[in-house]
């Protein structure tokens, strides 16, 4: 993350800063711009004495706005703070881009007649996501901030790298690393005792959309993307390759909440694998490949029939859909709480 706080900082945080808490004439004096550095120094405890760029592929040079706050990019707090902001603001833009893509493009609308599908159902998983996002990035910011400050085992040169084939290597070992972790961390959060506090909010969502992607408890959404914010501290990582990494994982749990089933793959853990697991609770608790739940006994293949846009929109497929997420929904929640609402059941009826 320090590439990113480096960019902001030079075209928005320096400025900002210098504006909010202003330096003293004497600081001012002291913030020349010979003594004056990024202080994003991934992978370095000392102090820099001169300007030193995050990256050797990106050299910004700072503006004099740099040099004009109290709180200069070496302060822990404004590192802590500007993390904070960056990662409220990422996750914010990346949720609405692209789940309005993915609801506008790929999620199939016919959904809304489920007799599962609640009411008003889009606008509370919005709802739920933007009161979440803020919580999660105050759990996150602080892991951020260790990385900036040089705790983490990120390289900036493909010749930092412990050997050359790691550089291809280190992607597909953080897909697994993340992916076995996660499955034991989900699968937790389903045990009674922390099902109904922390996880349940994000099983209010029978029949997801898009938005129900970052739809969670701020502990549950933090909890469950430990992993991967765990591995730069004990492997080593590229920093571009973390940078993309975190973005594709933000996409992926988009799209295995988009409803729409091309993966009927026994490997990848897509759409159709998470929709059992919002229907059936028990099962599938993987992100990215079905290797744990068939390890941990979990795995559930896909009905047959979500590949059919004709048998997957069914009364039958539905009603039996329904019939077996009410069963398992009694033992695992009690009495349900969800308003599913008369407008779904009207739509239903014009559908039939």
């Known amino acids: 993350m320090d590439v990113v706080l480096e960019i902001f900082d030079t075209f928005l945080f320096d400025w900002a800063y210098a504006t909010a808490l202003p330096a003293s004439s004497f600081d001012h004096g002291k913030h020349t711009a010979t003594e004056e550095a990024t202080y994003t120094f991934s992978s370095r405890r000392e102090m820099p004495t001169a300007h030193r760029s995050a990256t050797q592929f990106l ?8 040099y004009m706050s109290a709180w200069s990019r070496g302060s822990i707090w404004r590192q ?27 999620f199939d609308h016919a959904s809304f007649t489920h007799p599962k599908y609640l009411k008003n159902q889009v606008r509370l998983e919005i709802w739920q996501s933007v009161k979440s996002l803020p919580g999660m990035a105050i759990l996150t910011a602080p892991l951020f901030l260790a990385e900036v400050r040089g705790y983490a085992k990120l390289y ?11 550089n291809y290597l280190q992607v597909p070992f953080f897909i697994l690393f993340t992916d076995c972790f996660v499955y034991w961390i989900h699968r937790g959060l389903h045990h009674p005792k922390l ?47 973390y940078i993309v990494l975190f973005v594709f994982i933000n996409i992926w749990t988009i799209l295995i909440h988009d409803g729409e089933y091309v993966a009927n793959s026994p ?24 290797l744990w739940d068939r390890v941990g006994g ?16 069914s009364r039958a497929e539905w009603e039996k859909q329904s019939r077996e997420m009410e069963t398992v929904q009694r033992e695992v929640e009690g009495n349900d709480d969800r308003s599913y609402g008369e407008e779904s059941r009207k739509l239903q009826k014009k559908a039939m």
């Open 156 to 166: 900036d040169s493909p010749s930092d790298a412990p050997f050359v084939l790691y």
């Open 298 to 313: 979990s795995y559930r293949r896909p009905n047959p029939e979500l590949f059919s846009r004709e048998s997957k929109m």
């Open 195 to 241: 099902y109904k506090t922390l996880h349940k909010s994000h099983h209010k969502w029978i029949m997801p959309t898009p938005f129900a992607s970052h739809a969670f408890h701020p502990v549950d959404g933090f909890a469950q993307s430990v992993p991967y914010h765990v591995f730069p501290f004990i492997f080593p990582l590229q920093k571009f390759a």
């Open 80 to 106: 802590g703070l500007s993390l904070y902001l960056i990662t409220s603001l990422f996750g914010l833009v990346v949720y609405f881009a692209f789940a309005s893509l993915s609801y506008a493009f790929i």
């Open 59 to 66: 050299q910004l040079q700072p503006s004099q706005f740099a």
């Open 267 to 290: 490997i990848v853990n897509g759409a159709a694998c998470h929709t059992m697991h919002h229907l059936y609770f028990n099962y599938n608790y993987g992100q990215f490949t079905t």
